[in-house]
C-alpha cells in the first residue's frame, strides 16, 4: 500500500512537470510551429493522464486539498500575509 501511495504522489507532482515544459523549454526549440504544437499537444495529454492516474491512486479529497495549495490565489493572499506582519 506505501508504494502504491509514492506511486500516487509521484505521478501528481510530475504531471505540473510536462507544462512547465510547454512553457518554459518548448517555445525555445529550434522546430517548426507545427513540430512545437505536436510536442505541446503530447505533454499536455501526458499531463493531464499522470494527474488523472494520480486522483485514481490517492484519491480526489487528498489531490483536491494539495492542488488548492497550488493555486495562485491562495499563494498570493499568502504572501500577502506575510508581507503585512
Known amino acids: 500500500m506505501q508504494n502504491l501511495q509514492k506511486l500516487g ?13 510547454i512553457l518554459f523549454i ?3 526549440l529550434p522546430l517548426s510551429i507545427a513540430e512545437k504544437t505536436q510536442i505541446d499537444v503530447v505533454l499536455a495529454v501526458l499531463a493531464e493522464v499522470c494527474f488523472w492516474l494520480s486522483v485514481v491512486i490517492l484519491g480526489k479529497e487528498v489531490v483536491t486539498k494539495y492542488r488548492s495549495y497550488l493555486n495562485p490565489r491562495y499563494l498570493w493572499n499568502k504572501i500577502r500575509k506575510f508581507n503585512r506582519r
Open 26 to 28: 518548448v517555445p525555445f
Open 9 to 21: 504522489w509521484f505521478l501528481f507532482i510530475a504531471s505540473f512537470l510536462p507544462w512547465l515544459a
